[in-house]
Each structure stands twice: as C-alpha cells, then as structure tokens.
Nanobody, 126 residues
Framework: EVPLVESGGGSVQAGGSLRLTCTAS????????VAWFRQAPGKEREGVSC????????YYADSVTGRFTISRDNAKTTIYLQMNNLKPEDAAMYYCAAASCSGGSTVADALFPGYWGQGTQVTVSS
C-alpha cells in the first residue's frame, strides 16, 4: 500500500492556479523529505519540487521556480504544491513521494521508486 495520496488536480486555463495536496498515512511523515514529481505523456517522470523534513529547505525545477511553492504541515502529515501562472507545458500527472532532495537539476530522487500512488492529473489549456 502506497502511504501517500495525491489530490487537487484539475483543468485550468493558462495563467490559472491549482493547489495539489499529498496526504500521508502509515508513514513517519516528519522523518522524510517529500517531493512532487510529474509525468507527461511520452516523457519521463521528472522532479518538480522537494521539501526537506522540516519544510525549511525547498528545491524547485528551473521550469517552475517563481511559479510553484511547496509547503508541508507535519502535524497534518500533508504536503502541498501551490501552482500559479500555469502553462500548457505544466500539464501532466503529478505524484508525491518520499524522496531525497537534490540541489541539482534532478530536484529529487524517489526513495521507493517502485511505489507510486495514482497521482492527480493537471490539464492546462492555452
């Protein structure tokens, strides 16, 4: 059973906003960094943003810097991704996962790459 469940996706026009939510269960949530990944059709899964265990350290892909904000509430075992000024190229299935954050271009590496949730779909129309 995957302990992280994503929600909050939807369909918006370019320039719009969405807030994704990732809720954990059965996981020592504050023991893990958590990242958001996305995968568009025909493309590899990529790291979008990562939050350290306390939330003080955050990392972003260059493509979303300044538009997306990751945050977490350890008391609620929940992590969020606020996405503003969405672009058509942001359209993808978004996943959250326990991760190792990286300051490099990969942003994050999933700790359990064989275990992904159902994800939440983001569609952006131009």
């Amino acid at each position: 059973e995957v302990p992280l469940v994503e929600s909050g996706g939807g369909s918006v026009q370019a320039g719009g906003s969405l807030r994704l939510t990732c809720t954990a269960s059965g996981l020592d949530f504050d023991h893990y960094a958590v990242a958001w990944f996305r995968q568009a059709p025909g493309k590899e899964r990529e790291g979008v943003s990562c939050s350290g265990r306390s939330g003080r350290s955050t990392y972003y892909a260059d493509s979303v810097t300044g538009r997306f904000t990751i945050s977490r509430d350890n008391a609620k075992t929940t992590i969020y991704l606020q996405m503003n000024n969405l672009k058509p190229e942001d359209a993808a299935m978004y996943y959250c996962a326990a991760a190792s954050c990286s300051g490099g271009s990969t942003v994050a590496d999933a700790l359990f790459p064989g275990y992904w949730g159902q994800g939440t779909q983001v569609t952006v129309s131009s």
